[in-house]
C-alpha cells in the first residue's frame, strides 16, 4: 500500500475526533461527528491489522455493527430532542427552564 494512503488513513480518526471538537453547536453535526469518527475506525483498524500479518477481518465487522448502532440511537436521540425542546441546539440542553 502506498505510504501516502497509510498516512490519510492514519489521520482520518483524528481528523474526525477534531472536528467534533469544533462543530458542537447543533446536536446533528455532532452524531455526524460521531459518524465519521466510527467510519474512519472502520477503515483504520483492519489496515492496521493487515501490516501487522494478523488475519482479525471480524474487528471490522463489530466495528461497524456498533457505528449502526450508535447512529441509531442517536437518531432516536435527536428526534426526541427536537419533539421536546424544538431544535437541536446542545445549548438548549444546558439551559435550566424553573
Known amino acids: 500500500m502506498n505510504n501516502m494512503t497509510l498516512t490519510m488513513v492514519c489521520l482520518m480518526p483524528i481528523l474526525a475526533m477534531v472536528n467534533m471538537l469544533f462543530n458542537q453547536t447543533h446536536f446533528l453535526m455532532t452524531l455526524l461527528s460521531l459518524e465519521s469518527i466510527t467510519l474512519s475506525l472502520t477503515l483504520f483498524v483492519p489496515l492496521m491489522l493487515?501490516?501487522?500479518?494478523?488475519?482479525?477481518t471480524a474487528m471490522a465487522v463489530?466495528?461497524?455493527?456498533?457505528?449502526?448502532?450508535?447512529?441509531s440511537l442517536g437518531l432516536s436521540l435527536m428526534v426526541s430532542m427536537s419533539r421536546s425542546y424544538g431544535n437541536d441546539m446542545l445549548k438548549s440542553l444546558t439551559s435550566t427552564k424553573c
Open 50 to 56: 493487515m501490516n501487522c500479518t494478523a488475519s482479525n
Open 62 to 71: 463489530i466495528l461497524l455493527t456498533f457505528g449502526a448502532c450508535e447512529a
